[in-house]
């Protein structure tokens, strides 16, 4: 009997896990937040929009906060190709990722489910 109550109460707690990870925008999302201004409206936005992102080069000053937004339908991430300074996570549509430009250095970037022809490049300045 001990057996089978603990089989079920690892599958019960697999599952939610499961689902808290699936469900949740960016729930595991150590770099930024999904708060923050959209891209067309912030002169620090980037926008995602037709598998590309819009200025796909951007340059700001150390300590500015950058907000991609997605304007596409379905999920995209903001990736650094280091995979160690930024990562979003999955954004769905209409959903964004802020990161605050801490480092000074050109960070080349992509977005994970796309690979890299979905790519840009954020300069960050002293």
Request: proline letters at 4%; glycine letters at 14%.
């Amino acid at each position: 009997m001990k057996k089978k109550y603990f089989f079920i109460v690892s599958a019960l707690v697999c599952v939610t896990l499961v689902i808290a990870v699936s469900c949740g925008k960016n729930s595991n999302n150590p770099y930024g937040s999904t708060g923050g201004g959209g891209g067309a409206t912030n002169p620090n936005g980037i926008t995602m929009s037709n598998m590309t992102f819009s200025p796909a080069n951007k340059t700001v000053a150390k300590g500015t906060v950058v907000t991609w937004t997605n304007n596409d339908p379905y999920a995209h991430t903001v990736t650094s190709n280091d995979g160690t300074s930024f990562n979003s996570g999955n954004i769905n549509g209409g959903g964004n990722f802020s990161y605050t430009a801490s480092v000074v250095g050109t960070f080349d970037y992509h977005c994970l489910i796309h690979g890299t022809a979905m790519s840009g490049t954020l300069t960050v300045t002293p």
